[in-house]
């Protein structure tokens, strides 16, 4: 086969797949998540007009940063972006892989990009994506040992994700294990521009750590197991990744020692992406059982770990093969297989197309009845973050719209407008907020403009139904 072919097979299948992840997200009417994927996309689109998001710690700064510019264009184009990113990871990994087989370059896309979780969160503008791209470009500048442009990099990891602090230690360890002392302030650079432009907004020179919004108390969402948080990690990454994985970490040590001519490129992964991959799943599996730091049991959050775990996995499986004497006709079938698992993990994980569910959909009608009573003027209270989206108002100007965090005295004694609607929610209600529903329902200002209910009933954490109700003052 034709050598310039073989170099454009795997961009023409990441492509492919970026384009039918975007395509995917056009055409879905639900959103799978209508909290958190919806609130960066507001942070990030009304950054412009309220520079301030620019620091909000749970927006993430270097997402809202780089995101808002398509963040303009409306929620789907939050997609294009985490296609976007991905694109670049896969460019990273090929960096590593041209060196260990033509097979892995034409594995690399799918078990990367149709890693289940990864690709749903591409679909839904989450933060996960940026993290791990941002990571892994901090591995291929160490393996180019550009060791200061790599500091750099790391200290940006922390206003892209909490999972730096795993990942930000091993590059610093690095840097100190390999006497490259000059490189290492500069790993100290992210956090401290957010500090000084913190200052420079609040006057708080430690608004780092004054604002972290995970802070370090017990999560309301209690403890869980960790074994069980573990072996669910398979949602993330998918068996096909896991198997990949997991053999390339029984097989390191032999590889390391046998495969001479790439044993500094084995050496970086395994300690700069294989290592912290490792560490994530761990940290992760400790907060949900020590129940802290906001833990709510979330595998999705793995998803950071996939752009570190894929090109650590079949490199060390490439040279392998190639050490033990493989053809390429061996190399294609792997290929082959580890393409075709990907697609069997992602499709069991559920269509990339959705519809809206029972939830979504009774918050739906729960906003319709808000957009067509609300007249100009009326705030709305909300619990959730999807209402302001989906009703067209901008969640961040108090004369719009306000969250119901913070606002509990507000809430309790009524709206200080006439006109003024409330939205409360079962999940996020009584949970996030701390508004009971009877805090609502026996206001005798408040009147209830609809209860609205999913057809097949469920619970939520708390052991409530799920419903919604709007009210009016």
């Given at each position: 086969m034709d050598g310039r072919l073989v170099r454009w097979l795997p961009w023409a299948l990441a492509i492919v797949i970026a384009g039918v992840l975007i395509g995917a997200r056009f055409a879905s009417e639900g959103i799978r998540e209508a909290g958190d994927g919806v609130q960066?996309?507001?942070?990030?689109?009304?950054?412009?007009?309220?520079?301030?998001?620019?620091?909000?710690?749970?927006?993430?700064?270097?997402?809202?940063?780089?995101?808002?510019?398509?963040?303009?264009?409306?929620?789907?184009?939050?997609?294009v972006f985490n296609a976007l990113v991905g694109l670049v990871a896969v460019a990273l990994s090929l960096a590593f892989l041209r060196r260990a087989g033509t097979w892995t370059t034409m594995a690399l896309p799918a078990l990367l990009m149709l890693a289940p979780q990864y690709a749903h969160l591409v679909i839904d503008g989450m933060t996960e994506i940026l993290f791990g791209t941002m990571a892994l470009l901090c591995v291929h500048l160490i393996g180019e040992e550009r060791y200061r442009a790599a500091a750099v990099v790391g200290s940006l990891t922390p206003l892209c994700r909490p999972e730096y602090i795993v990942f930000l230690p091993v590059v610093g360890g690095w840097l100190l294990w390999n006497r490259r002392f000059s490189a290492l302030p500069w790993c100290a650079l992210g956090i401290g521009m957010y500090s000084f432009f913190g200052f420079l907004h609040t006057g708080d020179p430690l608004l780092w750590w004054h604002g972290d919004p995970y802070g370090s108390g017990e999560s309301i969402y209690g403890k869980g197991d960790p074994w069980r948080f573990i072996l669910d990690s398979t949602d993330a990454f998918g068996w096909t990744l896991v198997i990949v994985f997991g053999l390339a970490l029984v097989i390191w040590p032999i590889i390391w020692s046998k495969d001479r001519e790439e044993r500094k490129t084995h050496r970086v992964l395994f300690f700069t992406a294989a290592l912290p991959a490792l560490g994530i799943v761990a940290v992760h599996a400790y907060l949900r059982w020590s129940g802290t730091h906001g833990s709510a049991g979330l595998t999705r959050v793995l998803v950071t770990a996939v752009p570190l775990a894929v090109p650590f996995g079949l490199f060390t499986l490439g040279r392998a093969l190639q050490l033990a004497g493989g053809t390429a006709m061996h190399g294609s079938v792997l290929a082959s297989g580890l393409v075709v698992g990907s697609m069997v993990s992602l499709s069991a994980q559920g269509r990339l197309i959705e519809d809206p569910d029972d939830q979504q959909s009774i918050i739906n009608a729960a906003c319709d009845v808000i957009a067509k009573t609300r007249k100009p003027g009326d705030r709305v209270f909300t619990t959730h973050p999807y209402v302001p989206f989906r009703v067209g108002l901008d969640g961040f100007d108090g004369e719009q719209s306000r969250m119901l965090?913070?606002?509990?005295?507000?809430?309790?004694?009524?709206?200080?407008?006439?006109?003024?609607?409330?939205?409360?929610?079962?999940?996020?209600?009584?949970?996030?907020?701390?508004?009971?529903?009877?805090?609502?329902?026996?206001?005798?200002?408040?009147?209830?403009?609809?209860?609205?209910?999913?057809r097949r009933g469920h619970f939520v954490f708390g052991g409530r139904p799920y419903e919604t109700w709007v009210f009016q003052r």
């Amino acid at each position: 086969m034709d050598g310039r072919l073989v170099r454009w097979l795997p961009w023409a299948l990441a492509i492919v797949i970026a384009g039918v992840l975007i395509g995917a997200r056009f055409a879905s009417e639900g959103i799978r998540e209508a909290g958190d994927g919806v609130q960066h996309h507001m942070i990030a689109r009304y950054s412009w007009k309220h520079p301030e998001l620019l620091l909000d710690q749970w927006g993430k700064p270097m997402f809202t940063l780089l995101a808002s510019p398509f963040a303009q264009f409306g929620y789907n184009a939050m997609a294009v972006f985490n296609a976007l990113v991905g694109l670049v990871a896969v460019a990273l990994s090929l960096a590593f892989l041209r060196r260990a087989g033509t097979w892995t370059t034409m594995a690399l896309p799918a078990l990367l990009m149709l890693a289940p979780q990864y690709a749903h969160l591409v679909i839904d503008g989450m933060t996960e994506i940026l993290f791990g791209t941002m990571a892994l470009l901090c591995v291929h500048l160490i393996g180019e040992e550009r060791y200061r442009a790599a500091a750099v990099v790391g200290s940006l990891t922390p206003l892209c994700r909490p999972e730096y602090i795993v990942f930000l230690p091993v590059v610093g360890g690095w840097l100190l294990w390999n006497r490259r002392f000059s490189a290492l302030p500069w790993c100290a650079l992210g956090i401290g521009m957010y500090s000084f432009f913190g200052f420079l907004h609040t006057g708080d020179p430690l608004l780092w750590w004054h604002g972290d919004p995970y802070g370090s108390g017990e999560s309301i969402y209690g403890k869980g197991d960790p074994w069980r948080f573990i072996l669910d990690s398979t949602d993330a990454f998918g068996w096909t990744l896991v198997i990949v994985f997991g053999l390339a970490l029984v097989i390191w040590p032999i590889i390391w020692s046998k495969d001479r001519e790439e044993r500094k490129t084995h050496r970086v992964l395994f300690f700069t992406a294989a290592l912290p991959a490792l560490g994530i799943v761990a940290v992760h599996a400790y907060l949900r059982w020590s129940g802290t730091h906001g833990s709510a049991g979330l595998t999705r959050v793995l998803v950071t770990a996939v752009p570190l775990a894929v090109p650590f996995g079949l490199f060390t499986l490439g040279r392998a093969l190639q050490l033990a004497g493989g053809t390429a006709m061996h190399g294609s079938v792997l290929a082959s297989g580890l393409v075709v698992g990907s697609m069997v993990s992602l499709s069991a994980q559920g269509r990339l197309i959705e519809d809206p569910d029972d939830q979504q959909s009774i918050i739906n009608a729960a906003c319709d009845v808000i957009a067509k009573t609300r007249k100009p003027g009326d705030r709305v209270f909300t619990t959730h973050p999807y209402v302001p989206f989906r009703v067209g108002l901008d969640g961040f100007d108090g004369e719009q719209s306000r969250m119901l965090w913070g606002f509990h005295d507000e809430v309790d004694e009524g709206p200080s407008r006439p006109g003024d609607i409330i939205f409360w929610d079962a999940a996020l209600g009584p949970n996030e907020c701390a508004v009971d529903l009877a805090t609502l329902r026996d206001n005798p200002a408040l009147t209830v403009l609809g209860v609205f209910a999913p057809r097949r009933g469920h619970f939520v954490f708390g052991g409530r139904p799920y419903e919604t109700w709007v009210f009016q003052r």
